[in-house]
């Protein structure tokens, strides 16, 4: 029987088209905080947290309270207390957390965000209201640290209390309402507590 | 049934494949882009002053002189000097290009440090504009700029006279993420230049 | 009979060559970008624009031959343009990342490229936040310059503001004879 020579024209059409080279792309959305332990101000919310460095992954667990939102009215200056004095149109908040977590759990780096009534969401970010400077965010104190995420410590500094508070600072539109405070390190992983009403 | 016998094609056969074969011939060079001739080998030797095409650049550099002052008041460190190319610069396209393109045009035969004072593989000045000496960090259309070619070298280590390479980008599409720029830096020209020698004492300048 | 079989293949085959010279032509190819066109929208000085996540709006523009880099001056082969805009990010903290002057003829000069900058802090939703952005431009692109702000730096997929900074040729020979520009801090709230 002869071959239909005919036969191969799809396949060849196929090919032509493969060989011009129609580009395929395949964009990958960044990950997003998808996975979130929720709570309340007042109450212990215990978490669970996954970091990843070259040595895998790692589970971070601890508990955290709001213990307080409330309207930032001095932060710790090099010579001693300073005011807050918020530019128009715009609000700060001191945000008060306890940590409840084994002093040898890497807790740096963390991110602090507001969340509003109106659904807005208001990164802690240190800056400077006017002349005075906002403490960057961190979830354990200044003087007494934990380790960083290769295992080193300071051992300058005292190590860190398996109980501490630290406070973060947030400015907002002037017309913010908290709502909530979420706390996380990387996605996927997030904890966000109900601010108390009333 | 039907022989299958095998058939020397004739002639009328032999024009016919033939020609078929030029069409395939006349295809091929169509979609793979035409004959070309084959580029030059090698980078050309430019004199001084002599403006260069160093794509998507044009280069003209004038002259040299070792220093221990840049004209933005900032002196060397101590056993440290600068090796200082004078010319001019400016961008031939539509699209300003950032400092790692500009950077990638120009190299020099000498023995450098970078700017956090580590010895450098690779002779990359900063591009500053003569005057205020402001770093250039890249270049926008329609600007031509005096330029000082900065080089930081041992100041035990001064040439007399210094090479620079001159080299020309290809427009085309990144590997990593598709984005047109300026890649493929490859040597077009080289300019030498003598070095004007260093003063003979070091500025009264700030001590460490 | 054999002949004309192969010559139908080879025309064929020459045909399919035609045709994926055609595609080659049509599809994307290397130096395509087709992904990148960003949206514009076009708009005036003292108009505000919604683009993703912000409202941004070009609150005034000046020029001259030098700008005043904490204390040095620098001299332009060209013109200096001083552009002050306010964004007010919508839902997350936020800010413009990608600025870019881009003039009649399509020639562009982006921030970051030679000595041209943009300072726009992040700023949290709700709140005004003042930003500026210098361009050094040749004294021709100033006629009909326009401004370009987006958020991101990599800003294919989202909106971009394209706003008509209101210069002529006047403007341009006035920018000759004007004392160097100092530029202004970034703000924060309303002012």
């Known amino acids: 029987m002869r071959a239909r020579w005919w036969a191969a024209l799809p396949l060849a059409v196929v090919l032509v088209l493969a060989a011009s080279g129609s580009r395929l792309q395949i964009y990958w959305w960044p990950s997003e905080l998808r996975d979130e332990t929720s709570g309340r101000q007042g109450e212990p919310v215990a978490a669970v947290d996954v970091w990843k460095n070259e040595d895998g992954e790692h589970e971070r667990r601890f508990t955290v309270t709001l213990v307080d939102v409330r309207r930032a009215v001095s932060v710790e200056g090099f010579d001693g207390p300073e005011r807050v004095e918020p530019a128009a149109g715009t609000a700060v908040w001191e945000v008060v957390l306890e940590f409840d977590v084994d002093p040898d759990v890497p807790m740096g780096l963390c991110e602090v965000s507001l969340i509003d009534t109106a659904g807005r969401e208001a990164d802690a970010r240190g800056g400077s209201v006017g002349d005075v400077f906002l403490p960057v965010t961190d979830c354990e104190p200044q003087n007494r640290r934990g380790p960083d995420y290769t295992g080193a410590r300071d051992e300058d500094l005292l190590p860190r209390l398996p109980t501490y508070r630290v406070a973060e600072y947030v400015v907002t539109a002037d017309d913010a309402e908290p709502a909530s405070v979420r706390v996380w390190w990387e996605p996927t992983d997030y904890v966000e507590i109900d601010v108390a009403t009333g | ?208 | 009979m054999r002949a004309r079989r192969l010559l139908a293949l080879f025309l064929v085959a020459g045909a399919l060559l035609a045709l994926g010279a055609a595609l080659d032509g049509w599809l994307p190819g290397d130096d395509d970008d087709p992904g990148s066109e960003p949206f514009l929208r076009p708009a005036a000085v003292g108009e505000p624009v919604r683009l993703t996540g912000m409202t941004v709006e070009v609150d005034s523009v000046q020029g001259s031959t030098a700008l005043d880099d904490f204390g040095t001056e620098l001299a332009s082969p060209g013109v200096w343009v001083l552009v002050r805009y306010t964004v007010t990010p919508t839902d997350e903290t936020d800010a413009i990342g990608f600025a870019q002057v881009v003039d009649d003829r399509g020639r562009t000069w982006s921030q970051q490229h030679g000595r041209s900058s943009n300072t726009c802090p992040v700023g949290p939703p709700g709140v005004r936040m003042g930003c500026v952005a210098s361009f050094e431009v040749p004294s021709d692109a100033v006629d009909g310059l326009r401004i370009r702000l987006a958020p991101e730096l990599e800003q294919r997929y989202g909106a971009v503001a394209d706003v008509d900074l209101g210069l002529t040729d006047d403007d341009a020979a006035a920018f000759s004879g004007a004392p160097a520009l100092e530029v202004p801090e970034t703000t924060i709230g309303d002012r």
Not at chain 2, 4 to 12: D, F, I, K, L, S
Not at chain 2, 133 to 160: H, K, N, Q
């Open chain 2, 1 to 208: 049934m039907h022989a299958y016998t095998p058939q020397v094609p004739g002639t009328r056969g032999r024009i016919v494949v033939g020609a078929a074969v030029l069409v395939l011939l006349a295809g091929g060079i169509w979609v793979s882009g035409g004959l070309a001739r084959a580029d030059q080998v090698g980078p050309t030797s430019a004199a001084p002053g002599v403006e260069v095409e160093a794509t998507p650049f044009r280069v003209r550099l004038d002259s040299a002189e070792a220093t221990y002052e840049l004209s933005d008041g900032s002196t060397a460190d101590e056993g440290l000097a600068y090796v200082v190319v004078a010319g001019t610069l400016a961008l031939d396209d539509d699209e300003s290009v950032g400092s790692d393109v500009l950077g990638d045009a120009f190299r020099a035969d000498l023995s450098t440090y970078d700017v956090y004072g580590e010895p450098e593989d690779e002779a990359e000045p900063i591009v500053t504009v003569a005057g205020d000496g402001s770093w250039l960090l890249g270049i926008g259309p329609g600007l031509t700029y005096d330029v000082r070619l900065v080089f930081e070298v041992d100041e035990s280590a001064v040439p007399g006279q210094v090479t620079v390479d001159l080299a020309a980008h290809v427009r085309r599409a990144s590997s990593l993420d598709g984005t047109i720029g300026w890649h493929d830096p490859a040597v077009v020209s080289r300019v030498t230049l003598d070095v004007s020698p260093l003063p003979a004492e070091r500025p009264d300048g700030d001590l460490q």
